[in-house]
């Protein structure tokens, strides 16, 4: 039976989406010959109706596949609203677009919406997927998150240089949300001499040290301080939240005010906020990869007629595990004992106080 | 005769400043078998009567010559200080350490100060441009600038994709402090819809009315604004600067909060603040070569004892007019009318009332 | 009991190599206190009973570990020579230089010389999987082979916009010896038409076919072509392997030439060897961690006085397996019916007769 | 008068080309509101009459213009054919499309042939320089030449690092023609030790003395040579010119036997030929600012009706000169006296026997 395929891509967007759009279509279209829509702004669009035809022929500039190297969606993307709302009118949607199933691509907020709406209705749902945060369960891979370590790896890089020439404390702030993963794993590649994320505590006291220590004991006069934007306040200051005066300013610059003071000034910082640059760019070989097993694989489990499953990356490859199991555990946040936070002990990283 | 050479670099770092210190050491060692030592710091270090031997196995790693791939200056650096409260000192330093000329890596702030050491005593002094700014006058190009450019052209890149995706205005604060080169340059070549800089007097009004147009006549959803750190407030402003609340917060969350007032929140904003990035990265080869070029010619002007130069490059090669004539019409600015400014309204782009 | 340990890079180098030994130096130093000496150029270095004394501020450059971020190897290595001829003072020379434990980063070749050297006499050895071929069973990770395949992704990204210019067909050769595995990540993450593999056999006649199919049916009038290194001879032409006249041309000049005879010179090709630029590059994020916590993981396997094992990433995390088992079952080929393969023919990619 | 403009691009691709496309567009549009037509494939489209609609929404992807990341040419190029011959026949598809004016981006090959055209009929044109040979002159820049200086500092760049690791002779040819810019100038920048370019004689004996030295007084065990494809043979091998048995393995392995002979083999060399990788990747800011400003300036060249003009950068502006001008001096060689041959001397690098 042709299939009527459609697929949105929700929450906020990451390098590596439109490998699985390609991926979905090209495996739909040569192996099944189903018919591929897209879905532009995740639900906003399916309660608009709105569709967007996707073929091989889709985007083309002289014939070139410009999907797997660009960034973002081609489908836009919302991450806010109150879609439960309206949720009877997008399952009537669905209905009345006469899909047969729905590929979605999102983070683990997007993902709860839709799938609670698949919940109260009628869905055959695909889930994938995608975070920089990588904070969804289940899985050792999340399209998108490849990249912005790459990323942020970049920035630390660039950072080193010119801290190392002025003899800086150069504060990174980095995404990830209530998760440190992100932080952790540019932190540790770019290496980095301090990582502050939101799962372990730290004292000022604790951090302060550890920049004297690496200035006297080992002549270094400059470092590298990644703080996650969800970094807990530290351990001295929990009743006292608001000591970061302006929310807009973030843990980075609390973080430079903070180091100020308990250096009396002497220690110079400057703040960095790497925003949504982490979002961008040129898809990483492995998101790419990983993007596209995961599309092709979605439609596979179309063919299958095995509904309500989220791709996931286990053991070297791509499996499906039912989305509830995945949720249920999501955010999969850092733990405070993981292998990384050893690591990082390890190679003389200050992460807190555990 | 064989001569002592010191070098130091002063100022914020740039990308390049290490090309310039092998081109020294390569010419100065191999064409002439001078000695060449390193000043730690600018003035600090010559205050300090600190020297760093400087000679072709310096930074050897596996016979790696690291210097031209790394960006900030194995010599250290600084940006503040009251250098000429100290001028007696470092004068009788600079004779206490023997040296018989003195090269100097800086931004305009940097030479104006050493240049006035070298007026008050008795110096011979080569000066070389580096600025990110690219504001020091009568030279085409400064060592760092073309690094700079492309590193905010690659982070607009970045932003532009994540923009597209969720229709959203994206506002990148870059360096410059007066002068809006950078802004300008990495604005016309990363396809901003907006730029604004120091030189040219804008309005909220004009500001929103582009985006405006963009969104309805051209059906962009989303827009790319480059603000120069140091871009003036609006012209409906003006009596009211601090209508940005926090310094810290910056040009680019003001532009925000206006394009906010003015959409009545309809348009979706997100601010980069790109900082020290921009002061860092490998160095691109036209900064590589200038520099090179700059570091070979400092040595000859040394030999044939020219002295109170600047190296600039002029028609397509480096030559040296007298510091004092470079620093007099330093900053240089961007004219209002110029080239680049009308190539950006041609391409559409709003840069102001002019 | 403090130990002196020692540790050897082995066979073609690759980027991430340095990260282990940073890895390796940081947590036995900080960690166990114990010494660490670098074994220069591999066996070699061994058998002339030279070290190279490693430290927290083995290759300080103002205080930046510039380790993390260099590609190659600073110990050096060779990738050639009748080591096992000289086993027995090889063996004598890890006792004279009273090493309590070695460590050995290798591709199977290398390790399976050092095995047996460690067979033949008394090494406590553990050994770290590294290998641009990806080709080291047991492990789903080997350092290197992310950063080949980002190199190769890039370098296919480039060929791609100048073959669209001139409707060209772009044969791309990358390496992999008698494995697959580069030619078939970067060609799928890159977007290839066709990717010959050693692994899998085709013909001329099914690769003139594809193509002409594409300009055809597809209306797509360019190609991106990847070739192994080892790729095979075509179907066809098994008998007649010698039909490439020079070995120095390789498999893409001999694909170049069977693509020209069989369209009558109508497709117009052009052959990128890209040699030892798939050897260097920084080493991307994955590969900086996965070094950094094989390189860790290695010092607590001596700790616990654990030999004889490999290093490998198994479902997530990194585990020791007896090297035996590892060498027993490398090179580790690509199954001509993996998921990856399905994935290339699910997107339309010719590979191959199966 | 509403003008109608066609614009082609000719001769072999590079990046930025698409730049000058863009600006032509928006200026010519946003300015003036012509009409613009691009000519497919150079003259050949012309010949067949064909032309694409070019305006601002021409190549939309969610309102992103990908034009200016994007290498390549939309418009398609061809570089071969006997265009004369047919020159009648291209001369009256100028007059049967209906164009005002011409605006042809070539190198000094395409150039000649489109002011051929030009001169036996009445055409009205203005020619734009785009070579990554840079061998046009009268103009400081050519569009294309600083992204591939940048792609092949790249490239030596990784090959450093594994050639120090394996203490190797790497030998990049790169591309030129019969020019040596490319060569020389991302040899300088690269921190190559040898440069061979057509314009310097050199011998075999200078560059293998000049390895020994390298070797035997600098204790460097590796070294980088850069040779351009069009680097004359040897002096002590002119009147042999075939001892590169194969053409099509090139000057790289040509030298790279001659380096294995005179060491008797002790010399371990590794050869990479870049090819068409340096005619790809994403522009630099400073082709995407020349193309943009040559774009613009040649749509006011039109406005004034200015004909038989190149666009050519001169003293840090875009200026007009006349074709035949350019053409006569064209190609323009690097001078082997000239600033930047000295400078290499000057870091001690072999350029030859002068």
Known sequence: MKKRIGILTSGGDCPGLNCVIRAVVSHATLTFNWEIVGIPYATQGLLERQTIPLNLHGWDLRGIDPLINMGGTILGSINKGD?????????????????????????????????????????????????????????????????????????????TFTAASHDRVMIVEVMGRTAGHLALHSGIAGGADVILIPEVPYTIKGLCNHLSQLRDQWRRKFAIVVVAEGATPCLEDLDNVASCSSAKCGRGQYIADQIASCSSNLIDTRVSVLGHIQRGGIPSALDRLTATVFGKTAVDLIAQEKYDQMLAWQNGQAVAVPIQDALDKSPSLVEPNSDLVQIAHSLGIYVGEN
Chains 1, 2, 3, 4 share one sequence.
């Open 83 to 159: 879609t439960l709302a309206s949720a009877k009118e997008i399952l009537a949607s669905y209905e009345a677009l006469g899909l047969d199933a729905l590929i979605a691509v999102g983070g683990d907020g997007s993902l709860k919406i839709i799938h609670e709406l698949s919940n109260l209705g009628n869905w055959n749902l695909v889930a994938i997927p995608k975070t920089i945060d990588n904070d969804v369960a289940l899985t050792e891979r999340s399209i998108g998150f490849d990249t912005a370590v790459n990323t942020v790896v970049d920035a630390i890089n660039r950072l």
